[in-house]
């Protein structure tokens, strides 16, 4: 009489499970994976060891069986890397869970065997690529790692990791609260200062001359600002203008007028070719004829007639060449990154002061010098911040299409701290993604300090692709100026797009490098975004540059 209701390891000996359903299932010499080996899985591991988890191999003898696991950022053979192990001597208790061995951090999980365990004596299976093995979802799947994984001060090169007791010594106390986070109610915990001396005092009397906590911290001045009290009272406000909660007060000059730094003094020269008697108009009462405006004859002014609305014309398509705002020139001597926005997932991006000649094109350089009788023209550079981030931020100008365009900037990698990576680079075609809501997709250059290459990479919406390109760039240092060029041109047919990449350096002349022209064909269409590019490093960019080029 047939079962009607077969347990759950019972019906997964007659399936593929745990491999997913679109993976072959057939191993390296041609046969199909035995279904009756496995019969249950649970896998966890975090997402930055890779994608897809998969069976490399499977051995049964009379003595033990062993099962490997490995994991890979796509379905080929690009990058393997072990993920867990289990080796149990037989013979084996069936449906029974035993744990996975984790060969890498943050992988635990564990397995349950069935009957072809205990029937074979002698079975070995090999796969060497995922698209044969790889895991259901349901059974093996990833997870996003904590963004915070360790405290520690700015000096110690060890975090502090698991479960850590924060203390502190008067006047600072820290103490678990209820806090309401982005409309979530989160314990935390809370650093604050506490006045000792009050709280004394309350209890004993004698101890009334103690120093006030508030007394302690003061500064120099002894005196609130607000109260009107300091002798040397600070610039409270510029206009209506105040300072932020840091008391930091920025002011932002644009347009007309270039600035320079006072060597030995804490001011700012600003130079302008408007002067005085073009700001500030003479007065025009009277007039010339000595009339006052109620002097002056009626008239009937008849008002012009209004100007015909241009029409409307269509967005370019990608087959336009010409764009007459083009070339385009950012080199942030206002100290303002406006028409550059950071990506919502990026780090903070700022304005730097920065050193050397080599964050402005030659001719700019030149032409600025003219104007300061010392020579000095003050250098800024757009600098990303985060070590933690993957710095993002986009050039919201007036171009429409990122094809028939050669982008260049001057860029260097700065020192950073313990665990920070050393790269910069360009983003080429920030868009949407054409099948996946929500996310952006992308291809980016990128030189890098850590590895001593240039290489191209394609961002799927998820993760970074293998290098599509790559060069070794020997030499490449800390704190050198080098010139980075991304050309963008149509193909041969109309789905190809060819880019190449060029690296240039300044502070070195003689490192050079560069790859191209390379054809893709996932690169359009190509109305998305072009920007700059700093995986958790801090990397300053000292101009912008976009101009357009021919077939």
């Given at each position: 009489m047939a079962i009607r209701n077969q347990h759950w390891y019972s019906l997964n000996e007659g399936i593929a499970y745990p491999v997913d359903e679109t993976a072959t299932g057939v191993d390296d010499d041609g046969l199909r994976l035995q279904n009756n080996i496995i019969t249950d899985l649970h896998l966890r591991w975090s997402n930055q060891l890779g994608r897809y988890a998969f069976i490399s191999s499977i051995t049964v003898t009379d003595t033990f069986v062993s099962i490997t696991f490995l994991v890979s950022t796509t379905l080929g053979t690009a990058t393997l890397k072990p993920l867990v192990v289990i080796s149990e001597a037989r013979p084996v208790v069936e449906g029974r869970q035993y744990p996975l061995d984790p060969q890498a951090d943050g992988v635990s999980g564990w397995i349950t065997f069935g009957s072809g365990v205990s029937s074979?004596?002698?079975?070995?299976?090999?796969?060497?690529?995922?698209?044969?093995?790889?895991?259901?979802?349901?059974a093996a799947r990833s997870y996003a790692p904590l963004a915070v994984t360790g405290m520690r001060t700015l000096?110690?090169?060890?975090?502090?990791?698991?479960?850590?007791?924060?203390?502190?010594?008067?006047?600072?106390?820290?103490?678990?609260?209820?806090?309401?986070?982005?409309?979530?109610?989160?314990?935390?915990?809370?650093?604050?200062?506490?006045?000792?001396?009050?709280?004394?005092?309350?209890?004993?009397?004698?101890?009334?001359?103690?120093?006030?906590?508030?007394?302690?911290?003061?500064?120099?001045?002894?005196?609130?600002?607000?109260?009107?009290?300091?002798?040397?009272?600070?610039?409270?406000?510029?206009?209506?203008?105040?300072?932020?909660?840091d008391g930091v007060l920025t002011v932002q000059i644009k347009g007309f007028a270039l600035t320079a730094k006072i060597d030995g003094e804490c001011g700012v020269l600003i130079d302008t070719p408007v002067g005085l008697f073009d700001a500030c108009l003479p007065p025009q009462l009277p007039s010339s004829a000595g009339l006052l405006p109620s002097q002056y004859a009626e008239t009937n002014v008849i008002p012009p007639e209004p100007p015909v609305e241009p029409p409307v014309a269509p967005p370019p398509s990608e087959s336009v060449v010409i764009v007459g705002s083009l070339p385009y020139y950012e080199g942030f001597g206002d100290m303002s990154g406006d028409m550059f926005v950071p990506i919502p997932t990026s780090g903070r991006w700022l304005i730097t002061l920065t050193t050397g000649d080599n964050t402005r094109p030659t001719w700019m350089s030149q032409s600025l010098s003219e104007s300061f009788s010392d020579n000095f023209v003050p250098q800024y550079a757009l600098t990303s911040e985060s070590q933690a981030l993957r710095n993002i931020t986009l050039w919201q100008g007036f171009d429409v299409q990122t094809v028939f365009r050669r982008v260049s900037v001057h860029t260097r990698m700065r020192p950073g701290t313990v665990g920070s990576k050393y790269n910069t680079g360009l983003v080429l075609n920030y868009r949407p993604h054409t099948t996946i809501a929500g996310r952006y997709e992308y291809y980016v250059a990128i030189l890098s300090y850590d590895t001593q290459t240039l290489r191209l990479h394609y961002f799927d919406g998820v993760q970074l692709s293998s290098a599509v390109a790559s060069v070794f760039v020997p030499g490449i240092r800390l704190d050198d100026w080098y010139r980075i060029s991304a050309t963008v041109l149509p193909g041969t047919a109309t789905t190809e797009t060819k880019i190449s990449v060029q690296i240039i350096g300044l502070t070195i002349p003689t490192v050079f490098?560069?790859?191209?022209?390379?054809?893709?064909?996932?690169?359009?269409?190509?109305?998305?975004?072009?920007?700059?590019?700093?995986?958790?490093s801090v990397s300053e960019f000292g101009y912008f540059y976009l101009e357009e080029v021919n077939a």
């Open positions: 074979k004596t002698n079975y070995r299976a090999r796969f060497s690529t995922p698209q044969q093995s790889f895991l259901t979802a349901r000096d110690a090169a060890t975090p502090l990791e698991g479960i850590v007791r924060l203390q502190a010594t008067e006047p600072l106390e820290i103490v678990g609260e209820d806090r309401e986070i982005d409309g979530i109610l989160r314990k935390v915990a809370v650093v604050r200062l506490i006045d000792t001396a009050i709280e004394t005092t309350r209890q004993d009397t004698t101890t009334a001359a103690l120093q006030s906590v508030f007394q302690q911290f003061t500064g120099p001045c002894g005196k609130r600002p607000d109260s009107n009290t300091c002798t040397k009272p600070p610039i409270e406000f510029i206009n209506a203008v105040g300072p932020d909660c490098a560069e790859f191209g022209p390379i054809v893709v064909t996932n690169y359009r269409p190509s109305v998305g975004r072009i920007g700059f590019y700093a995986d958790k």
